[in-house]
Nanobody, 124 residues
Framework: QVQLVESGGGLVQPGGSLRLSCTAS????????MAWFRQALGKEREFVAA????????AYADSVKGRFTISGDKAANTVYLEMNSLQPEDTAVYYC?????????????????WGQGTQVTVSS
């Protein structure tokens, strides 16, 4: 069974930066778009960003626009999330997901493969 493996989480001070990575465990895995979602303690999972690995288009939640950048490498089945100007409200478990749809949807039900999550904590 294909797994998505996230890395890059950790503890950072407000205003700091982190870069998350997510790679599929099998090179033959077919994915056309990938996304990041996050879930803070006691809250529902929410959309962060998505990218079409086929066309390059991307989408962002309003709360992260201008601070986060999603990028991807289709040949490597890998997606990255560059996070800048991090704030305490960005603290959450960040999940990577993939879809065979080419459009970078923001709704979770379009994504059928999920990673285990990586913790991001923003605190002084």
């Amino acid at each position: 069974q294909v797994q998505l493996v996230e890395s890059g989480g950790g503890l950072v001070q407000p205003g700091g930066s982190l870069r998350l990575s997510c790679t599929a465990s099998e090179r033959t895995f077919i994915t056309h778009s990938m996304a990041w979602f996050r879930q803070a303690l006691g809250k529902e999972r929410e959309f962060v960003a998505a990218i079409s690995l086929s066309g390059g288009s991307s989408a962002y939640a309003d709360s992260v626009k201008g601070r986060f950048t999603i990028s991807g490498d289709k040949a490597a089945n890998t997606v990255y999330l560059e996070m800048n100007s991090l704030q305490p409200e960005d603290t959450a478990v960040y999940y990577c997901s993939s879809s065979r749809n080419t459009f970078p949807y923001s709704a979770a039900y379009y994504y059928d493969t999920w990673g285990q999550g990586t913790q991001v904590t923003v605190s002084s």
